[in-house]
């Protein structure tokens, strides 16, 4: 009886110290970011480091400004989500209201696979496929902002449909029965009652793949171009933050390794800021489904 | 001289899947009146409120045979239109089920979807109209009309349900179907509802399922009592009250199933 209660207290304690240890992490990886990149801020200021485009970091007079970083990351996935949320969308649409089970089956295989692809690949399937479609298209190298945008909305893809298709499917009966029963069409309900009350679980989707499109590092790195400069125009070469760390990484020392760091706290904050916000809208997503239930 | 005759059935069988939920119900609903459907839990009455406006298309497996007619023709003629039919054969639900929207959006949705009114200033003006007016109708206007464009979801259960009436008011429906419309309120909510039907009762045809013998006996002029998917007794309030004719009937009415 006793020892009973022994085993039971000690897998208990195994538990939390499990749980524990993935809050350490955090911590640590936050502290450790900030030990190893904040130095940077006694010698550049925290503006230039921002607002800055030049990047030399291993001139005489060294420039660390990582603006065109920034632009890069926020202008390729951007453009990323401009391509995969209307595909996302419809996709997650078409599976959740529309599709026969068993062709349904066959994409959510497919999408799953999608998503289990590692970046390498896209990065490979980028270099042999889209560079050329956009060399040929609209001249140039092919590596830029357009053709990582695309690898990115691909690798984006699963997670819009499969957040968009559970939002939709959590949307009461009732609602669906009310829209028909008033004699609107399938389609009518699906745009006007079921995606409008679905829409915080879908915005929190975007976010999340706006989370993996911003962290994203291998793949954009194969197609981006990486020159370290604002992009120019669509079809520039960009280096995105990921870009830039891995890229010099190799070979940085002092300073120079040092603004690596900053510029990772810099990506660790934009996806901290990303996640917080889908955690509201989950939030509110939840709330907003009680209500509906007319409670 | 006898009522018209809104809706006829007869010879309605329905199946989900393998399992017989309706056996040859017949029955003429009577134009601008109240008809009550009573019965125990699963005896068939929603599934044949459901079947009055197709709305039994929506699962999967359902079978139908035998005649639905809507002033004269067959609900299930395959040229029938279940849009249309919808149209005039509103349905309120057990459960208020407000969109997500505010009180004005959700009345509005009906008109909206049917099309006729644009933006423009005119049409704006007569789609205020047909929402004011429905919200009147559904007497519900006095307590929402500083709250129109408030979330819906905010108001109390009662209203929500009359909400919802107002809103197949707002498509100008000739039938309405509720499915135990007040069974998820407080008895102040539900007398509203009541009395709101007595008031509807004058410009609809209107088909009422409940389980509250009470309110069947309060608000009816006909009842249709439902056992084990067969429409057992179906005649005007009082005889079917005062004097069933089926014994399965009585015993039902005076409490002693069900």
């Not at chain 1, 799953?112 to 298209?137: D, H, K, M, Q, T």
Request: glycine share 10%; net charge positive; proline share 5%.
């Amino acid at each position: 009886m006793k020892r009973r209660r022994i085993a039971e207290r000690g897998i208990e304690g195994l538990l939390v110290f499990c749980g524990a240890l993935s809050i350490l992490a955090v911590l640590f990886i936050t502290l450790f970011l900030f030990l190893r990149g904040a130095p940077l801020f006694k010698k550049v200021p925290l503006t230039e480091f921002l607002f800055s485009t030049r990047w030399e970091p291993t001139a005489a007079d060294p420039g660390y400004g990582i603006l065109s970083f920034i632009v890069g990351s926020l202008l390729v996935t951007g453009l990323s989500l401009v391509f995969a949320v209307p595909v996302g969308l419809s996709v997650g649409v078409y599976l959740a209201e529309l599709a026969q089970q068993r062709f349904s089956r066959a994409i959510r295989t497919a999408v799953e696979l999608l998503a289990g692809i590692p970046s390498v690949i896209y990065g490979l399937f980028g270099i042999a496929v889209i560079a050329g479609l956009n060399r040929s298209a609209f001249g140039g190298t092919g590596y830029g902002v357009l053709s990582a945008s695309i690898i990115l909305a691909i690798m984006t893809l699963p997670t819009i449909i499969n957040v968009t298709e559970v939002s939709l499917r959590a949307v009461p009966r009732e609602l669906r029965e009310g829209s028909l029963a008033l004699g609107a069409t399938q389609w009518q309900t699906i745009i006007r009652v079921l995606v409008p009350s679905a829409r915080s679980g879908i915005a929190a989707g975007v976010i999340l793949g706006m989370g993996r499109a911003l962290g994203e590092t291998m793949a954009v790195l194969m197609v981006g171009g990486n020159a370290p400069i604002m992009p120019k125009g669509l079809n520039g070469m960009v280096r995105t933050l990921t870009m830039n760390i891995i890229t010099d990484m190799s070979y940085a020392k002092d300073d120079h390794l040092t603004s690596l760091f900053a510029t990772g706290i810099v990506l660790f904050v934009f996806i901290l800021a990303l996640n917080l916000v889908v955690q509201i809208a989950l939030k509110r997503s939840l709330s907003g489904a009680e209500g509906a239930a007319g409670a | 001289m006898p009522p018209a005759v809104k809706i006829s059935v007869r010879d309605l069988d329905l199946w989900y899947g393998s399992v017989q939920a309706l056996r040859k119900v017949g029955a003429d609903i009577a134009s601008r009146s109240i008809t009550a459907l009573i019965g125990p839990s699963g005896c068939g009455k929603s599934t044949f409120l459901r079947t009055l406006n197709r709305m039994n298309d929506l699962i999967e497996g359902v079978r139908v045979e035998g005649v639905v007619e809507y002033e004269g023709s067959s609900i299930f003629a395959p040229g029938a239109d279940v849009i249309e039919l919808r149209k005039r054969i509103g349905m309120v639900f057990q459960k208020p089920n407000p969109f997500p929207m505010s009180v004005y959006d959700n009345v509005a949705y009906g008109p909206r979807i049917h099309g006729s009114p644009s933006r423009r200033a005119a049409d704006r003006r007569a789609l205020d109209e047909i929402v004011e007016r429905s919200l009147e109708q559904a007497a519900l206007l006095e307590e929402v009309k500083d709250r129109l464009h408030k979330p819906a979801l905010g108001l109390s259960g009662g209203q929500q349900q009359r909400l919802c009436i107002a809103r197949v008011l707002a498509v100008e429906p000739d039938v309405l179907l509720m499915d135990e419309p007040t069974s998820a309120l407080d008895p102040i909510s539900t007398s509203k509802i009541e009395n709101l039907l007595e008031e509807l009762k004058k410009r609809y045809t209107i088909v009422i399922v409940t389980h509250n013998m009470q309110q069947a006996g309060r608000v009816s002029d006909a009842v249709g009592f439902f056992l084990h998917g067969e429409l057992v007794e179906y005649a005007p309030t009082k005889e079917v009250f005062f004097n069933p004719k089926d014994k399965r009937t009585e015993a039902y009415i005076s409490g002693r199933f069900g």
